[in-house]
């Protein structure tokens, strides 16, 4: 069974990072690709980062770019997000989710974490 | 950043009626290849997103054949035929034809 935890999340100042975390289980995690999507409080789904089944790759929406840096560790089967110079707009739900392959679609959703930005 | 515009934001409906969720981009989702990226996702209260279409109309894994996907260019359609309890939530449309991917603002589904 395919398993996506998410931890880490929490409430950190504004200007300050947090590293979020994703243990994957249940397939070969270096075959596939993967993401981070995020949700706001009662707001929609919005795509964050996506990195490369090997992490030769990643791409980022503009407004975390040089902030965030999504990575890997296909040896723990590990996600990460690094998230530094954090703002009030960061705010949301982070979901880890696992691309299926060149459909690109997000087949599997973790449960999620909060990341709380507040002062 | 290509839209997508998604109509109604709230359908309201009774189990066993059918129902349509359109999903309209600011842009065609056809790449060079031929291939659109167009998904359709649920979004159950309290739980995380679940696939239920991909590439405009593929059923995704333990999705109820009750679920189909249409559309082409700009233009698509997910209709429910013969809504049940378990589908109420909030739908999105994704995109990832042309970068960053987007998603509809949803639509939400509820009981009459």
């Known amino acids: 069974e395919v398993q996506l935890v998410e931890s880490g999340g929490g409430l950190v100042q504004p200007g300050r990072s947090m590293k979020l975390s994703c243990a994957a289980s249940g397939f070969t995690f270096s075959n596939y690709g993967m993401a981070w999507v995020r949700q706001a409080p009662t707001k929609g789904l919005e795509w964050v980062a996506t990195i490369s089944y090997d992490g030769s790759s990643t791409y980022y929406r503009d407004s975390v770019k040089g902030r965030f840096t999504i990575s890997r560790d296909n040896a723990k089967s590990t996600l990460y997000l690094q998230m530094n110079s954090l703002r009030s707009e960061d705010t949301a739900t982070y979901y880890c989710?696992?691309?299926?392959?060149?459909?690109?679609?997000?087949?599997?959703w973790g449960q999620g974490v909060m990341v709380t930005v507040s002062s | 950043d290509v839209v997508l515009t998604q109509t109604p934001s709230t359908l309201s409906a009774t189990i066993g009626q059918s129902v349509s969720i359109s999903c309209r981009s600011s842009q065609s989702l056809l790449d060079s290849a031929g291939n659109t990226y167009l998904y359709w996702y649920l979004q159950r209260p309290g739980q995380s997103p679940q696939l239920l279409i991909y590439l405009v109309s593929n059923l995704g894994s333990g999705v109820p054949n009750r679920f189909s996907g249409s559309g082409s260019g700009t233009d698509f359609t997910l209709k429910i035929s013969g809504v049940e309890a378990e589908d109420l939530g909030v739908y999105y449309c994704m995109q990832a034809t042309h970068a960053p991917y987007t998603f509809g603002a949803g639509t939400k589904l509820e009981l009459k």
């Open positions: 989710t696992r691309e299926s392959g060149w459909e690109l679609d997000f087949d599997y």
